[in-house]
């Protein structure tokens, strides 16, 4: 079946603008994560959405991050402000429920200029 | 605090020779292991898990992983490298009693190199 799916692959913006990146889970899993990968590092939890409510926002590094599951399916992390230090591939992971093993998309790679 | 090490930031060997990537873990309760190979501009794989049973646990493409619990290791291994083996590995812990969900906490990975 089809895996984890994120767009875009790539995001390059300017320091200051908004972006969105989108995750599509597997299909009928109810935990979906977000994770924030820097280079050279391992990846580093963001969020965590079991259904449409976020459980866990505690990795969010600011007010200028957010993200929405208004579906309990799609999923959309919203950087504002963007910042270079933001620049980093971005993660998405879900899994069939918050007990079970996390499978991750290819990620996007963001570039803050 | 939890964490994770991987104490090598790259493993070289040669084709056919057995590898070991090695990673401790620093958690308060029974943690749950897990292993992600990443290949170049591509996510996380997930290789194997630890849960609970017996410490020696099998995974996708030959590799397999044993807990030691009072070491607090979970090195991965695989009897004979492949080129194709070469990428970057994560090992990652979550407690087993974490509120009911999988926060992954990874260390900061190693690179393994297999030469033909």
């Known amino acids: 079946g089809a895996g984890v799916s994120q767009t875009p692959s790539n995001k390059v913006t300017e320091k200051g603008k908004y972006v969105e990146l989108r995750c599509d889970p597997i299909s009928g899993h109810t935990a979906l994560y977000w994770y924030r990968q820097s280079l050279g590092q391992g990846p580093e939890f963001l969020i965590y959405f079991q259904g449409t409510g976020a459980a866990d926002d505690s990795g969010l590094p600011n007010d200028r991050f957010f993200a929405v599951r208004p579906e309990g399916s799609v999923s959309t992390l919203k950087i504002q402000r963007t910042e270079r230090g933001d620049s980093a591939v971005y993660l998405c992971a879900s899994s069939l429920s918050g007990q079970e093993t996390q499978y991750f998309g290819p990620g996007t790679r963001l570039l803050v200029l | ?116």
């Open chain 2, 1 to 116: 605090a939890q964490s994770v090490a991987q104490p090598e930031d790259q493993v070289n060997v040669a084709e056919g020779n057995p590898l070991t990537v090695k990673c401790t873990y620093s958690v308060s309760g029974n943690p749950y292991l897990f292993w992600y190979v990443q290949y170049p501009n591509r996510g996380l794989q997930f290789l194997l898990k630890y849960i609970t049973g017996d410490n020696l646990v099998k995974g996708s493409y030959g590799f397999e992983a044993e807990f030691n619990k009072s070491q607090t290791s979970f090195h991965l291994k695989k009897p004979s490298a492949l080129v194709s083996d070469s990428a970057l590995y994560f090992c990652a812990v979550i407690l087993s009693d974490a509120g009911g969900y999988n926060k992954l906490i990874f260390g900061a990975g190693t690179r393994l190199a297999v030469h033909p």
